[in-house]
């Protein structure tokens, strides 16, 4: 593959990805010209139009939006292998991206291991970022995501740090107002609060079970779920560490316990970057300091 097929693949990434060869010719620092020309060279080459141009849009063609996520995968992990390469025997340094879950669990527990890695570690620059959304690690640039629930990709690599015990639980002012709750079933009679989960599924071994939100609150954060859940909005479905104290102390009641779920918390990086030294490094920091920042804050809790 010769320096024109190169250059003309660096030149279709950047126009496929800032969506015009304007854009991409301020990106890029390229002229325009030189851009249109080296994409068009690289179709000739493949026998393929990869892009749909008018005087007033641009679009991907079919091929076009494969060709782009196959090609910008081989370059992240160009690049990924070129900065491993220069730092393969160099004191740890460079940035990492994180992206975590928030509320308690990002707050008070990740954040606060990020911050000694980052005092242990000064020349690492850590970029912590919170959303509950699920992020794209291939397309938004993430070194390293911290999620709870299923590996959505099995091609990326993934690392367990804790599993978490959900807990179904409402104030007692609210369960007096109902019979028993025996079934998950019959949690449709109850209004509920619901963060980013608003199907919420139930199983044993014998049965499964789904209730969609119907009625009620709904706010994408732990720790407004929890107070609404203490002043009696509805049923809220949250892992032990928010609600631990507050079925302990009785501000609320666990309702059907035998259908407590458990989830994984786990660290999820894409390939190319695990192969980075400081990203491992994290990743083992993480690892080992977890558990006892997770129980302190459990203790602190109470």
Known sequence: MNKIYWNGIRSFLAVAKHGSFSAAAEATGLSKASLSQQVSHLEQLLNVQLLYRTTRSLRLSEVGVQYYEMCKQGFDQLDAAQEWAQHTNQELQGAIKVNSVGGIIGEDVIAPLLIGFQREYPQINVELDFS???????????????????????????????????????????????????????????????????????????????????????????????????????????????????????????????????????????????????????????????????????????
């Not at 807990?167 to 019979?179: D, E, G, I, T, W």
């Not at 030294?277 to 990743?283: A, N």
């Open 132 to 302: 509950s959304r699920r992020v794209d690690l291939i397309n938004d640039k993430y070194d390293l995501v911290i999620r709870m629930g299923d590996l959505p990709d099995s091609s990326l690599i993934a690392r367990k740090l804790h599993t978490l015990t959900t807990h179904y639980v409402a104030s007692p002012s609210l369960m007096h107002k109902y019979p028993p709750i025996l079934h998950p079933q019959e949690l449709n009679q109850l209004p509920m609060i619901c963060g980013s989960v608003t199907e919420w599924e139930f199983s044993t071994q014998n049965e499964q079970y789904k209730i969609n939100f119907k009625q009620g609150f709904k706010i994408p954060n732990g720790r407004v779920m929890l107070q609404a859940a203490q002043a009696g909005l509805g049923v809220a479905r949250l892992p032990d560490i928010y609600v631990q104290t507050a079925m302990n102390n009785g501000d609320l009641i666990e309702i059907l316990p035998d259908w407590a779920q458990s989830t994984t918390l786990s660290l999820i990086c894409p390939p190319s970057r695990y192969q980075l030294q400081r990203i491992k490094t994290l990743m083992d920091w993480l690892a080992t300091h977890f558990q006892e920042q997770y129980d302190q804050v459990l203790l602190d809790k109470r």
